[in-house]
T-cell receptor, first 116, second 115 residues
Framework: AQTVTQSQPEMSVQEAETVTLSCTYDTSESDYYLFWYKQPPSRQMILVIRQEAYKQQNATENRFSVNFQKAAKSFSLKISDSQLGDAAMYFCAYGGTQGGSEKLVFGKGTKLTVNP | EAGVAQSPRYKIIEKRQSVAFWCNPISGHATLYWYQQILGQGPKLLIQFQNNGVVDDSQLPKDRFSAERLKGVDSTLKIQPAKLEDSAVYLC?????????????FGSGTRLTVV
C-alpha cells in the first residue's frame, strides 16, 4: 500500500520570504501523480500544484514550485515570496491507479504560518 | 463553473443516532468520492463512485456507513448508528473522469460532531 509522510507538523515563514515543505512517499507503482493541496479554515481542499511521475521537469505554478526526486521518492513544495494568504494546512497527496481505484493517499499535513 | 456543493455544513448528533450528508458534484463529473478527515490527519477515502457504480468501498465501515449515488449525479452518505470516533469532516470530491491526472475538486465538507 502507498504511504505519504510529511515530517513537519508546523512551519513558519516571514512574509515575502521562501519556505519549503517536505514530503516523502512509498510506492511500487511506476506511473502515478503527486499533488500539493492547501486547506484553509474554510476546509475546502484547494489544488496548489501537481506533478506527473513520468515527467522529469519539476512543476511550477507562479510562486509555487516542486522538487521532485523520483528515485528518492521525495516531493517538496517551495513557496516563494510568501503572502499572508498562504497561511493554511498543506497536504501532500499521492494518486495512483492500483486496483482500478484512483484514490488519493494523503499525508498528515503541515500547518504553515506566515508572519507579517 | 459551480463547485462541489455539500450540506449541511455542520452537524452535531448524539452517539447511536443516524445522520446523512449530501453532495452535488460539478456538472458532468463522472467520478465522485467521499473522504473522511479526522482532526489532525489527512483525508482518507471512504468510497469512490464512477457514474452510479461503486469502484472502491474497501475502507467504508459497512456495518454503519452506507452511500449511494442515484442517477450518477447527487450522492448521500449515511451513518447509522453513529459512534464517537465518527467525529470528523466529511469531504466530497469529483473529477471529470476516471484517472488522477487533474486531481479532484473538493467541496467544503461537513463537520460532524458526535457527543
Amino acid at each position: 500500500a502507498q504511504t505519504v509522510t510529511q515530517s513537519q507538523p508546523e512551519m513558519s515563514v516571514q512574509e515575502a520570504e521562501t519556505v519549503t515543505l517536505s514530503c516523502t512517499y512509498d510506492t511500487s507503482e511506476s506511473d502515478y501523480y503527486l499533488f500539493w493541496y492547501k486547506q484553509p479554515p474554510s476546509r475546502q481542499m484547494i489544488l496548489v500544484i501537481r506533478q506527473e511521475a513520468y515527467k522529469q521537469q519539476n512543476a511550477t505554478e507562479n510562486r509555487f514550485s516542486v522538487n521532485f526526486q523520483k528515485a528518492a521518492k521525495s516531493f517538496s513544495l517551495k513557496i516563494s515570496d510568501s503572502q499572508l494568504g498562504d497561511a493554511a494546512m498543506y497536504f501532500c497527496a499521492y494518486g495512483g491507479t492500483q486496483g482500478g481505484s484512483e484514490k488519493l493517499v494523503f499525508g498528515k499535513g503541515t500547518k504553515l504560518t506566515v508572519n507579517p | 463553473e459551480a463547485g462541489v456543493a455539500q450540506s449541511p455544513r455542520y452537524k452535531i448528533i448524539e452517539k447511536r443516532q443516524s445522520v446523512a450528508f449530501w453532495c452535488n458534484p460539478i456538472s458532468g463529473h463522472a467520478t465522485l468520492y467521499w473522504y473522511q478527515q479526522i482532526l489532525g490527519q489527512g483525508p482518507k477515502l471512504l468510497i469512490q463512485f464512477q457514474n452510479n457504480g461503486v469502484v472502491d468501498d474497501s475502507q467504508l465501515p459497512k456495518d454503519r456507513f452506507s452511500a449511494e449515488r442515484l442517477k450518477g449525479v447527487d450522492s448521500t452518505l449515511k451513518i447509522q448508528p453513529a459512534k464517537l470516533e465518527d467525529s470528523a469532516v466529511y469531504l466530497c470530491a469529483s473529477s471529470p473522469r476516471a484517472g488522477n491526472v487533474h486531481g479532484y475538486t473538493f467541496g467544503s465538507g461537513t463537520r460532524l460532531t458526535v457527543v
